[in-house]
């Protein structure tokens, strides 16, 4: 799949590739403000089935990266997972 770039970037790079030639600061950042955005996706929508979530983020995002940040949230106590449904509990 080939995802629109920004700037200078080919527009036959693919987001995978953009990932590879991403300094190790800016794939921190990226990962940072991916899990916000998760949160507050949860946050809004109070509970999500966590399949339907990533089924709406897998163009964007792959599977592993989705569980990094899911696991993030869960550890650092807003989101509850029980049976697959992912409950925002921070503050």
Do not use: W
């Amino acid at each position: 799949m080939v995802i629109p770039s920004k700037g200078n970037d080919s527009p036959s790079e693919t987001t995978q590739q953009r990932g590879e030639n991403m300094t190790q600061e800016q794939k921190i950042k990226a990962a940072v403000e991916i899990t916000k955005a998760i949160a507050c996706a949860i946050k809004d929508l109070g509970s999500v089935p966590s399949g339907h979530l990533y089924a709406r983020l897998m163009g964007h995002l792959s599977l592993e990266n989705f569980q990094g940040a899911i696991g993030t949230l869960k550890r650092l106590g807003l989101v509850e997972e029980k049976n697959h449904l992912l409950t925002y509990v921070g503050k």
